[in-house]
């Protein structure tokens, strides 16, 4: 994980990883269409766009496995 990322910012990730791969995917659409976060309002936009990156990365594993 990303040295950057706060410990808030990591355990919002675990969070919203064991909530499974479709509620992330979606997140990342949300992100990538400029949509707000509701689900990382508590963060800065810098934050936002560290664990958005992370997310990224994690999920770029599961679709080498696919």
Do not use: W
Request: hydrophobic share 40%; net charge negative; charged share 35%.
């Amino acid at each position: 994980m990303n040295p950057a990322l706060s410990k808030k910012a990591r355990h919002k990730i675990e969070i919203l990883c064991e909530q499974g791969c479709s509620e992330v995917n979606q997140l990342l659409e949300k992100a990538r269409a400029g949509d707000e976060l509701d689900e990382l309002s508590e963060f800065t936009s810098s934050e936002i766009l560290l664990i958005i990156a992370e997310l990224d990365e994690i999920m770029a594993v599961y679709d080498l496995k696919e």
